[in-house]
């Protein structure tokens, strides 16, 4: 069985400041896999929390069963997993996964729920209406929707990945309640200037969305340079099947 999260013993806790990947039951596992992806390309730490709902998610949209007791395999399996499916369509070596660290969602003493806890914020992708709904109103009703309360109220970055069409009355009115808050409302809303041949494009895409919100350097997507006809032209060659790296200064 593994450990719930890395033996970290040898590191130095007052250096390690990652950032706090929340998952949701929403719709959009593939969002949160390139998210995760481009933060450990990038050198980022990642503190990773899995909602209950999201696990079923999971397992309707790729057949993978996230498991507390595997979280290491059964991770690297799915990020290892292409937005259309296929497996090993991204090279991720469990040396790679060595900085992350997984806190069940019933944890409620975990780490990253005391604002002591060093982190650099928190990006929720995909967020699901209900996780919307108990971050706006402050439920904490498990790990998630806590450490989102916590990020918000020591004023730290809050990335709120929203993944729903169409959105009701009550929905904008917490989204509303979140950007008042503090935090950044990014609708899962790919675009396609950005040369899109490829289902793991639009998926890129948000991601890189996220990242940029975050200020995490990646390469997940063309950038918008003001010119025109661009948008036809192939993103990348052989569709999504690559692996993301940050930008070089």
């Given at each position: 069985?593994?450990?719930?999260?890395?033996?970290?013993?040898?590191?130095?806790?007052?250096?390690?400041?990652?950032?706090?990947?929340?998952?949701?039951?929403?719709?959009?596992?593939?969002?949160?896999?390139?998210?995760?992806?481009?933060?450990?390309?990038?050198?980022?730490?990642?503190?990773?929390?899995?909602?209950?709902?999201?696990?079923?998610?999971?397992?309707?949209?790729?057949?993978?069963?996230?498991?507390?007791?595997?979280?290491?395999?059964?991770?690297?399996?799915?990020?290892?997993?292409?937005?259309?499916?296929?497996?090993?369509?991204?090279?991720?070596?469990?040396?790679?996964?060595?900085?992350?660290?997984?806190?069940?969602?019933?944890?409620?003493?975990?780490?990253?729920?005391?604002?002591?806890?060093?982190?650099?914020?928190m990006l929720?992708?995909?967020?699901?209406?209900?996780?919307?709904?108990?971050?706006?109103?402050?439920?904490?009703k498990d790990?998630?929707?806590?450490?989102?309360?916590?990020?918000?109220?020591?004023?730290?970055?809050?990335?709120?990945?929203?993944r729903e069409?169409?959105?009701?009355?009550?929905?904008?009115?917490?989204?509303?309640?979140?950007?008042?808050?503090?935090?950044?409302?990014?609708?899962?809303?790919?675009?396609?200037?950005?040369?899109?041949?490829?289902?793991?494009?639009?998926?890129?895409?948000?991601?890189?969305?996220?990242?940029?919100?975050?200020?995490?350097?990646?390469?997940?997507?063309?950038?918008?340079?003001?010119?025109?006809?661009?948008?036809?032209?192939?993103?990348?060659?052989?569709?999504?099947?690559?692996?993301?790296?940050?930008?070089?200064?």
């Amino acid at each position: 069985m593994e450990p719930p999260h890395n033996n970290t013993s040898k590191q130095d806790p007052g250096r390690r400041r990652p950032w706090v990947v929340g998952i949701s039951g929403a719709s959009g596992t593939p969002y949160a896999a390139s998210v995760l992806r481009a933060l450990l390309a990038a050198g980022e730490p990642v503190d990773l929390i899995v909602s209950r709902a999201s696990r079923l998610t999971l397992m309707d949209e790729t057949g993978i069963a996230f498991r507390d007791a595997h979280w290491r395999t059964d991770l690297r399996e799915w990020l290892a997993l292409g937005a259309d499916g296929k497996p090993e369509a991204f090279p991720v070596t469990q040396e790679r996964l060595a900085d992350v660290r997984y806190w069940p969602a019933g944890d409620l003493a975990a780490g990253p729920s005391s604002g002591s806890y060093p982190v650099k914020g928190m990006l929720i992708v995909p967020a699901s209406t209900a996780c919307v709904a108990g971050v706006a109103l402050g439920l904490s009703k498990d790990l998630l929707q806590r450490v989102a309360s916590v990020t918000l109220k020591e004023r730290r970055p809050l990335v709120v990945t929203v993944r729903e069409t169409p959105l009701n009355g009550p929905t904008l009115k917490h989204l509303v309640a979140l950007d008042e808050a503090g935090a950044v409302v990014l609708p899962a809303s790919p675009a396609f200037y950005a040369g899109a041949t490829h289902i793991q494009d639009l998926v890129d895409f948000v991601a890189g969305r996220v990242l940029d919100a975050a200020g995490v350097p990646h390469r997940l997507y063309r950038r918008w340079e003001g010119e025109l006809g661009t948008g036809h032209r192939p993103a990348v060659a052989g569709g999504g099947a690559k692996e993301e790296a940050p930008e070089t200064p």
